[in-house]
Structures are given as structure tokens and as C-alpha cells.
């Protein structure tokens, strides 16, 4: 299923009038300039002028990041119930369903990047805010299993508001769960990339997110445990700008890398090379299977 | 007992803390270490080596503190990530020596300060969580009191996890749950009830091997069945074969 695209819908409700319609706008929330939401689109949802970046669906994320049509989803049916019958946590995931067209958090599956095989899950932050519900949390360890079992790398865009309070303890328990599917992709030597996006924060950094061989984070991106407004809370004052932005992570030593959107694909592709990643190239494909038919 | 009664039990300042367990159950056996070996020691987490039924052991606690000093002094039970690290630092050690490691957990939380983000709290609960989960030697985890989300899981990845019957273990606080859900954080109550955080619930679910009855006063007839208890189940946990233990920690968590 095609994703929901605000900034495409707006599009095509251009083609119906004749005057501009404000909407085709979005102003910046950093630069404040107004930007053309088909140029925005064009430019991977970045800002032209001051290189903000927007927050990207995950499908849309997938198909900027995976070779077209490589990418083989795990999992698509597998949903969310009210296991511990918390209050209008039904008709919230029924309100997620519908807002996301999605039915969970994340997306797992098996695509190439750049002709390498990878295993990939890309969270979705229209899911209630990208939250860690069991559902989460049992999509992402099968994706390692599989992973673990067919040797292939992972990588995880991250984006989540932490746990998700409406599965109680049930929710706290994913993060050990994930946490044990990593650790056992990791003792059979695989590769693991996270890539950090915004906002990753709670029950996700505290468990997956921060597991990676290699961290990378897109720029400006919010990372923390706590979220900014319980800190404060906590420790009655203002925190400083710019405090638990990805490059912060990267001088305080818990990212290696913040990497712009536009050169994440080539670096992926780069890091699964030189961890022993083959690309396919399109014409051995056709080759071998040119050669199996003749052999029959 | 509703589940409030149990968040005001669990959080009692007269509730006896990890020093009070580790005092009553090992004795002058037990001997402090301290440290992560990477910035400081974070005296959240009380840890070290002790004997236990002729064996050795490696002891772990998350300490609020018995009075208003000692509360200030151990930052109310809330870890900063070098207390993690400490934790992680004498698992790995008790790894190495073959000694099972027994955890108090008694915490409303990982502290969430500018310090606690800077030094990396998210990565050092993860890694906890990661490395527990294959540590190769049994771990037994108690809740006491206050299990406060990550920061409590981050000392409870373990092959059997118990509960005193009036600790708590959640996801998040009750007063964060109802200030999210109907944006009135007095509504903790009818949160408590909500978020299945009672030894009772999180048995059904699963989620703990073990209720520990309390008696109406902490005396020392229940610390010393628990002693008993605590060093048969060590004893059962360190006959079995390493590499069944470590399947059967993971599936413990997989089945969540
Ligand atoms: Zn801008």
C-alpha cells in the first residue's frame, strides 16, 4: 500500500486549481523560509536553505534508501492488541492505523542497498510517535533471527517517543527482547548499523538503538533517554541549545557519525562493503539465470 | 490491597533497602567494590563480593538510602550511567570467576539529568541489557521496591526474577502515566491500576518466577527463609549446563 504523504496530497490538489493554495507551502521550521513542498519532496524532504530535515515516513524512508523494488517485507499483518486492557488503547491503535495506513510502528523486511543484501527495519514515527509495543519489539527481534540465521547485516532507522505505556511491563520487556536478538547477531559476527533519526528517545535508545556495531544519525536529530521536558522537570532548569542533538552525541562519543540524508544510501552501501558485503550487479543476475536455464 | 497501596508500600521510607538485605542475608561476608573503572563510582549502586551457602557470590543493589542524608548521598536509588557501568563492570568479573550474581533492585528510575544524557544513560542500560542476556553465569534479580522502567530492567535481565509482594515494576511512573492520559497527574491511583504493576499482575503475566510474602514487619524470621531460598535457587541455577541456562534466559524474554 501506497503511504500517506501530506505533501503529496497537497500536490495534487494543485492540479485542481488554478491558483496557488497556500498549503503548497510549508515554512521551515528552522530558517522560517517558506519552501515549495514540491521542491521539499524533490530534495528528500530537506530544506533548500538551510539543509533542516524533516521528518521522513517510513515508507518513504524505504524507498530512498533500498534499490528499487528489492525490498521484501516481513511481517505486514502482524498487529497490536490490547493484551493488557488499557483504557482507549484500542481506539488509539485503531486511530494510529488509520493516520499511518500502517499497522505497527515498524517496517521490517529484506531489501539491497546499493546491491548489498541487508536486513532493514525502519521505524515510523505516524505510529503512535513510533512507540515499542510487543508487536514492535517481536517485528524487530524476528528480523534479527532472520538475520542471525541467513547471515546477513541489519540496519535499523530508529524513531520513537520510547516505550508504549498502553502494554504496561509488556512493553519494558521488548527492550531485553530485542536487546538478546542483537547481542546473539553480534556473536555470530554480523554487522549491525543503526541509523538515528528524529526524535529517538526513551526505551529505544535505551535498548536497540545504542547497540550497533556503527551509529549514525541524521543531522540535528533529537537523541537522548529522557526527553528534554522530563529533564527539565527534574532538574528545575533550562537545558542548553543544541543539548542531546546528534552532533552533541557525536562529541560527547556515542555516535560516530552524524550523515546528511542526501549521502545515507552511499554510506550505507559503503559500510556494508567493507564489512563484507558482495553487491549484485544486475547483469550477473540475468547471467546466472541465463546459465541455470541452459543447464536444464 | 489495591495497586496504589502497593506504590505507597513499595516507596515507604522505612521499607527495608538493598544495604538492609545484603546486611541480613551475607553478613560480614560481604566486602564493597567500587567504581566503573571509566568516571566514577556511583553510590545509586552498591555492589561487591560476598559468600553465600559456602559459595561465592557477586552482589549487586540499587540503594535509596535509610534517611534523608543517605538519600542525598546515594541520589534516591537513581543511577547515573557509570552506575551501570559499575554493575556491568563486577557481572563481567563474576563471569570470569564463576560466581553467580545475585541483584536488589529498588529504583524509581534511571536519573534523568544533563550529566546522566551527556555520560550516555541510554547506551550504558542497553549494553547491561545486552551482555546480561549471555553472561555466562546464573543471575538472580529481586525486586525490593521501586522498579522503575529501564533503569530497573537495566539490573533485571536475569534467569529468574522475583518480587516482595508490595514491590512495584513498570513500565512508567504512575504519576507519568496519568499526567500523559488524562493530563492530571493526582489520577495515580486509578493508573496503578492500569499499568498491571503489582507482584500479583506481573506473576500472571509471566513476567517474575516469584512472590516473596512480607511479613507485616521486616524481621529477621523472613530474612533468614529468604536467605535459604535465595541459596537454593542459586545452587539449582548453577547445576545446569552454561549453554542450556543462556537458552533458556533468552527465551524467558523472547516469550514477551
Ligand atoms: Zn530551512
Known amino acids: ?296 | 490491597m489495591s495497586a496504589f497501596d502497593s506504590v505507597t508500600a513499595a516507596r515507604a521510607n522505612d521499607r527495608p533497602t538493598a544495604i538492609d538485605y545484603i546486611t541480613r542475608i551475607f553478613g560480614d561476608s560481604f566486602i564493597e567494590l567500587h567504581g566503573d573503572r571509566r568516571y566514577a563510582d556511583d553510590k545509586a549502586v552498591i555492589a561487591g563480593v560476598a559468600e553465600l551457602g559456602g559459595r561465592a557470590v557477586t552482589v549487586i543493589g540499587l540503594e535509596k538510602g535509610r534517611n534523608l542524608k543517605e538519600r542525598m548521598e546515594r541520589n534516591f536509588g537513581s543511577a547515573h550511567p557509570e552506575g551501570y557501568r559499575k554493575a556491568l563492570r563486577l557481572m563481567k568479573q563474576a563471569e570470569k570467576f564463576h560466581r553467580p550474581v545475585i541483584c536488589f533492585v529498588d529504583t524509581s528510575g534511571a536519573y534523568c539529568g544533563i550529566g546522566a544524557e551527556e555520560r550516555g544513560q541510554g547506551q550504558a542500560i542497553a549494553e547491561n541489557l545486552m551482555e546480561m542476556m549471555t553472561l555466562k553465569t546464573p543471575i538472580l534479580s529481586i525486586l525490593i521496591g521501586e522498579g522503575g522502567s529501564g533503569g530497573a530492567l537495566a539490573l533485571a535481565v536475569a534467569d529468574e526474577v522475583w518480587m516482595l509482594e508490595n514491590a512495584i515494576y513498570s513500565v512508567i511512573s504512575p504519576e507519568g502515566c496519568a499526567s500523559i492520559l488524562w493530563k492530571d497527574p493526582t489520577k495515580t491511583a486509578e493508573a496503578s491500576e492500569c499499568l498491571k504493576l503489582t507482584s500479583q499482575d506481573l506473576f500472571k503475566l509471566g513476567v517474575i518466577e516469584r512472590i516473596i510474602r512480607e511479613p507485616k514487619t521486616a524481621d529477621s524470621i523472613m530474612f533468614d527463609s529468604f536467605k535459604t531460598l535465595i541459596s537454593q535457587t542459586i545452587d539449582k541455577l548453577s547445576a545446569a549446563d552454561t549453554e542450556a541456562m543462556l537458552n533458556k534466559r533468552y527465551n524467558r524474554f523472547r516469550k514477551f
Open chain 1, 1 to 296: 500500500m501506497k503511504p500517506k504523504n501530506e505533501l503529496e496530497n497537497q500536490g495534487e490538489s494543485v492540479e485542481n486549481h488554478p491558483y496557488i493554495p497556500n498549503e503548497l507551502w510549508v515554512k521551515c521550521p528552522v530558517c522560517k523560509n517558506p519552501v515549495l513542498s514540491s521542491d521539499l519532496s524533490e530534495n528528500l524532504k530537506v530544506c533548500p536553505n538551510c539543509s533542516y530535515h524533516f521528518r521522513l515516513g517510513a515508507r518513504q524512508r524505504i524507498e530512498i534508501t533500498v534499490d528499487s523494488g528489492s525490498f521484501e517485507e516481513f511481517d505486514a499483518d502482524m498487529m497490536s492488541t490490547n493484551i493488557i486492557d488499557f483504557p482507549d488503547y484500542t481506539r488509539k491503535l485503531k486511530n494510529a492505523k488509520l493516520n499511518s495506513g500502517e499497522n505497527e510502528s515498524v517496517i521490517t523486511g529484506k531489501a539491497r542497498i546499493g546491491g548489498c543484501e541487508a536486513v532493514i527495519a525502519v521505524m515510523n514515527s505516524q505510529f503512535m510517535m513510533g512507540s515499542m509495543g510487543t508487536v514492535t519489539g517481536e517485528k524487530i527481534t524476528k528480523a534479527f533471527e532472520y538475520a542471525t540465521e541467513y547471515s546477513l547485516p541489519v540496519i535499523v532507522f530508529t524513531v520513537s517517543g520510547g516505550a508504549r505505556m498502553q502494554e504496561g511491563i509488556l512493553s519494558l520487556m521488548q527492550m531485553a527482547k530485542t536487546s538478546g536478538a542483537v547481542k546473539r547477531h553480534s556473536d555470530a559476527g554480523l554487522l549491525y548499523i543503526t541509523v538515528l533519526t528524529d526524535p529517538t528517545t526513551g526505551g529505544v535508545t535505551a535498548s536497540f538503538a545504542m547497540e550497533g556495531d556503527i551509529i549514525l544519525s541524521e543531522p540535528k536529530a533529537l537523541i537522548g533517554f529522557a526527553g528534554p521536558r522530563v529533564i527539565e522537570q527534574t532538574i528545575r532548569q533550562k537545558l542548553p541549545k543544541d543539548f542531546q542533538s546528534a552532533e552533541f552525541l557525536v562529541e560527547k562519543g556515542f555516535v560516530d557519525r552524524v550523515v546528511p540524508r542526501k549521502e545515507m544510501k552511499e554510506m550505507l552501501t559503503r559500510l556494508l562493503i567493507l564489512h563484507g558485503s558482495v553487491p549484485a550487479v544486475q547483469e550477473s543476475d540475468e547471467t546466472d539465470t541465463q546459465k541455470e536455464g541452459d543447464e536444464q
